[in-house]
């Protein structure tokens, strides 16, 4: 596994770190151009 980015964020309760990982034992995702049907759902957030 290996760090991509690393980032510090101050907020009012303290500093938080974000990372992004790039981890070669994750299987790749389907491609999209497989794909034949979608559903989608909306729940109408605001």
Not at 5 to 27: C, H, N, R, W
């Amino acid at each position: 596994m290996k760090i991509k980015t690393a980032t510090i964020t101050k907020k009012a309760d303290g500093y938080y770190v974000s990372f992004s990982l790039e981890d070669k034992s994750v299987p790749n995702l389907i491609p999209t151009n497989n794909i034949k049907t979608a559903v989608g759902i909306y729940v109408g957030l605001k």
